[in-house]
Nanobody, 115 residues
Framework: QVQLAESGGGLVQAGGSLRLSCRASGLTSSIRDMAWYRQTPGNAREMVARISRPGATTYAESVKGRFTITRDNAEKSIDLQMDSLKPEDTAVYYC?????????WGLGTQVTVSS
């Protein structure tokens, strides 16, 4: 099993910044992709940013140029630097990792952007 601990959510004004962190523990060998997803009430969970083990990144169109995902393979962690935040970025943000064909999720951290 893989456990994920997220941190860094909170309340920020539009235009501000937040940094989310996620650290994996447990059976962390062979972790492949790691990612951040987000979800708002009544909507499906959507991919925000994804990073492969070698460091290749993918971003949702809505966050390109504003969010940056980074990864530390030694620490089994990822960060999401969120700049120029908008009210529509308000959501619960979830960390996700893939290992041996299975997907693991964190419990989520709330990000609220006020206008």
């Amino acid at each position: 099993q893989v456990q994920l601990a997220e941190s860094g959510g909170g309340l920020v004004q539009a235009g501000g910044s937040l940094r989310l962190s996620c650290r994996a523990s447990g059976l962390t060998s062979s972790i492949r992709d790691m990612a951040w997803y987000r979800q708002t009430p009544g909507n499906a969970r959507e991919m925000v940013a994804r990073i492969s083990r070698p460091g290749a990144t993918t971003y949702a169109e809505s966050v390109k140029g504003r969010f940056t995902i980074t990864r530390d393979n030694a620490e089994k962690s990822i960060d999401l630097q969120m700049d120029s935040l908008k009210p529509e970025d308000t959501a619960v943000y979830y960390c996700m990792v893939e290992r041996n064909g299975r997907t693991y999720w964190g419990l989520g951290t709330q990000v609220t952007v006020s206008s």
